[in-house]
């Protein structure tokens, strides 16, 4: 069974512009979170999505958004970057019992 | 409000010997916990979970003891090899609705 996929693997970015990063689940898999890590901040809850729509949300400014496709991909958009928005964004796909299995991220950095 | 907090943020062990990461958890509705394994330049690794209904769960080389009454979680890694060096996170989830809560991690050092 193919693991999680998440392209690209690496990314960089001008403040102001934008970035659409992309994640491709564990087969049978209907859902998606996202999370960014920071060495500041650690790893955190950006959102989650099944079955199209986003179930949960944590605290991030509405300029980070997300969508997941009928295939069960998702993908999440980070709009006008700033430089603390630096991460490794991490997808995670969700068996039916809760386990969350990583992708290998994505690396951003916003110059 | 939820907290998921490491007593020690890096850990030496000699090659061979068991090791010991600690995670305390702050929310008593916490039902759900893993531990995580990431090593440099990858995404995390489950390693193994328990829900809080158990005390005790063991996978290979691997065991996770949940004492809620104290709000702490412990993974023991036996006859740890230099392929166990990594950072450890344990995560936190309440209700089931996927939002996991991740500790600040401990970074755990084999030496040969």
């Known amino acids: 069974k193919a693991g999680v996929t998440q392209t690209p693997r690496y990314l960089i970015k001008t403040r102001g512009q934008q970035v659409t990063l992309s994640c491709s689940p564990i087969?049978?898999?209907?859902?998606v979170s996202w999370y960014q890590q920071t060495p500041g901040q650690g790893l955190q809850f950006l959102f989650e999505?099944?079955?199209?729509?986003?179930?949960n949300k944590g605290n991030f400014p509405g300029r980070f958004s997300g969508r997941q496709f009928s295939n069960s991909r998702s993908e999440m958009n980070v709009s006008t970057l700033e430089l603390g928005d630096s991460a490794l964004y991490l997808c995670?796909?969700?068996?039916?019992?809760?386990?969350?299995?990583f992708g290998p991220g994505t690396r951003l950095t916003v110059t | 409000g939820e907290s998921v907090g490491l007593h020690l943020p890096t850990l030496s062990v000699q090659e061979g010997d068991n090791s010991i990461i600690n995670c305390a958890y702050s929310?008593?509705?916490?039902?759900?916990f893993i531990w995580y394994k990431q090593e440099s330049g990858k995404g995390p690794q489950f390693i193994i979970d328990?829900?809080?209904?158990?005390d005790k769960r063991q996978g290979q080389r691997v065991t996770v003891l949940l004492n809620k009454t104290v709000k702490h979680l412990s993974l023991q890694i036996a006859a740890t090899q230099p392929g166990d060096s990594a950072v450890y996170f344990c995560?936190?989830?309440?209700?089931?609705?996927?939002?996991?809560?991740f500790g600040t991690g401990t970074r755990l050092t084999i030496i040969p």
């Open positions: 995670a796909s969700n068996s039916a019992y809760y386990e969350q299995y």
């Open positions: 087969s049978g898999h209907r859902s």
């Open positions: 999505y099944f079955s199209e729509t986003q179930r």
């Open positions: 929310n008593s509705a916490s039902d759900y």
């Open positions: 328990i829900r809080s209904n158990m």
């Open positions: 995560a936190e989830n309440i209700g089931g609705n996927e939002k996991l809560t």
